[in-house]
């Protein structure tokens, strides 16, 4: 309101100043025409002149204006499905070369060889996947026009994922259509094909998830966790020939709005893949022919609009699986890689201890954590630190350890842990040389931590990780064996140490 009222005073304004500008020339106009009509008539060309060389500048700047709004938006560059599909797959072999564990190593490399193949692959791979008595053997029944499979009431008829090949009108490639057995089923068999129908979803170009009902947790979850995996999905509401024909809208509607996000609402689709029979007035029964044309129809549209995009997707998804599995792996063979390293460096930080113990027990950590071994420890998540680097990063964290009270913390662990297992007062330096040992454990778990996540602490940081660390290493039975371990691995000083005060201790006792 106060806008337009501003607008319209000030165009007021505009108004009143042209109309004064105008009169005051004409003014101008009339004076000079009266000693000189020539000069006037100059004068009045020159005002033209501006004025059209104003109304030129307007039209330009205006035109400028609408040529930057119009201007189309700056054209992405296409991303290719297929060609982000190939990359992965790239990126998957080479990450692949780094698995040590050559059966593991063989097993993946097969499977990407097999998703290379997919590439020229010239079928479209359905897969009916859902609870166990839903209908899926119906519908694959249905769809494929003939009876394909064993179709019963009780759960678990299909125990083996079996596929179909059939053509669509309009579609050029076959769709291979894959029956699996249902999911959600008691007992360990239902276990073991449960996880083989899972398989066989993540393998869908596009999966249909066949339901008899409204959505239940049970079926809500796994539809989502393969939905948010990037599987394309369908749902199928089946059996609405035991609805009417208001609760069957009320069913979908109620679907299409729980999956709000998830699915889009015409992915929601509603059949009767076998409808039972009717029985008439006069007891003869009628089969009536089974309604699958919704989900038909939505194959189709979905294979004409994403076709080739379908099995791209697919290879990209589970070049993805794989790379995750790869990485795992990897993972894997660096933790126990990085973990001899911890072993060997708490060792031999106690070793040093043991000759030279350190006065001032903060000072502890300083020399248990070191640099040598951070280094070694990024060598094998591939960072290539130098000395300098991993004296900082050691000297940082050895600081942290003690401002954490955890040098402190260790020590009395440790010195609790000596006094039970060997008896007796433990000299103080066998305290030290095996906290030092237990130090350098924490540290360099802790630097497996950070470097695990890219050389990075986490959002808590340095103190985060350590923390979580000598709580996991604080355990009593962990402790006891820790010690046991020190005593068979520390030098002669060490042994000799306590076993003069176990000595001392059983000749105490005996009588
Ligand atoms: N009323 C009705 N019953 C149906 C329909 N579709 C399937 N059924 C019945 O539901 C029961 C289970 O059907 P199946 O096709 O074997 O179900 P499934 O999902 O393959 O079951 P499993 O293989 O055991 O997981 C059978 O008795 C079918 O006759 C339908 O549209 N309407
Ligand atoms: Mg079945």
């Known amino acids: ?125 359905l897969v009916v996947f859902g609870t166990g008595s839903a209908g899926k053997t119906s519908l694959v029944n249905a769809i494929v026009g003939k009876i394909v499979g064993e179709v019963s009431a009780p759960m678990g008829t299909t125990t083996m994922g079996a596929t179909y090949c059939l053509q669509l009108r309009g579609i050029d490639q076959d769709i291979w259509i894959t029956d699996t057995p249902g999911i959600l089923e008691a007992g360990i068999a239902g276990t073991e094909r449960e996880q083989q129908a899972r398989q066989l979803a993540t393998e869908a170009d596009l999966l249909l998830f066949v339901l008899d009902n409204d959505l239940r947790q049970s079926e809500y979850l796994p539809l989502v966790s393969l939905v948010e995996m990037g599987k ?125 113990p350190i006065p001032v027990v903060d000072l502890l950590a300083a020399a248990a954590v070191n640099a040598q071994m951070v280094v070694e420890i990024g060598r094998v998540y591939g960072c290539d630190l130098n000395a300098a680097r991993g004296r900082e990063l050691a000297l940082s964290l050895g600081r942290t350890l003690a401002s954490l009270g955890i040098v402190k913390g260790a020590m009395d662990l440790v010195a609790t842990a000596l006094q039970l297992s060997v008896g007796g007062i433990v000299v103080g330096r066998a305290i030290q040389s ?9 540290a360099g778990k802790s630097f497996i931590e950070y470097f695990r996540q890219d050389q990075d602490w986490g959002d808590g940081g340095m103190s985060e990780v350590v923390q979580q660390q000598f709580q996991l290493n604080r355990r009593d039975e962990f402790i006891q064996a820790f010690i046991q ?27």
């Open 485 to 511: 371990e020190a005593i068979t691995k520390l030098p002669d000083t060490l042994g000799r140490a306590i076993n003069r005060n176990s000595a001392a201790k059983i000749d105490k006792d005996t009588p």
């Open 434 to 442: 095996v906290g030092a040992a237990y130090l350098t454990r924490i």
């Open 1 to 125: 309101m106060s806008r337009s009222l501003l607008l319209i005073l000030g165009l007021g304004i505009v108004l009143g100043l042209m109309l004064w500008l105008v009169a005051a020339l004409h003014g101008l106009y009339v004076q000079i025409a009266f000693s000189s009509p020539l000069l006037a008539n100059i004068l009045l060309v020159v005002l033209i002149l501006v004025f059209l060389a104003l109304l030129y500048a307007l039209i330009h700047y205006l035109g400028l204006v609408r040529q930057t709004k119009a201007r189309p938006p700056r054209p992405q560059a296409p991303v290719e499905k297929t060609e982000a599909a190939v990359e992965t797959l790239e990126a998957l072999q080479k990450q692949l070369s780094q698995v040590e564990d050559e059966v593991a190593r063989l097993a993946l490399q097969a499977k990407a060889r097999e998703l290379e193949h997919s590439f020229s692959r010239q079928h479209i791979r």
């Open 232 to 356: 394309r999905s369908l749902v199928v509401l089946n059996k609405i020939d035991r609805m009417t024909a208001a609760d069957r809208d009320l069913v979908l509607a109620q679907l299409r709005h729980r999956l709000q996000g998830i699915i889009a609402p015409p992915d929601v689709v509603a059949i009767a893949a076998a409808p039972q029979p009717i029985i008439l007035e006069n007891s003869n029964t009628v089969i009536p022919d089974p309604d699958i044309l919704p989900v038909l129809k939505r194959i189709a549209a979905i294979l004409r609009a994403e076709g080739q995009d379908l099995v791209a997707d697919n290879i990209l998804l589970q070049s993805q699986r794989l790379g995750e599995e790869a990485r795992r792996l990897i993972d894997r063979q660096r933790k126990r890689q990085a973990d001899k390293i911890v072993e060997r460096y708490q060792w031999i930080g106690a070793g040093v201890i043991c000759v030279t």
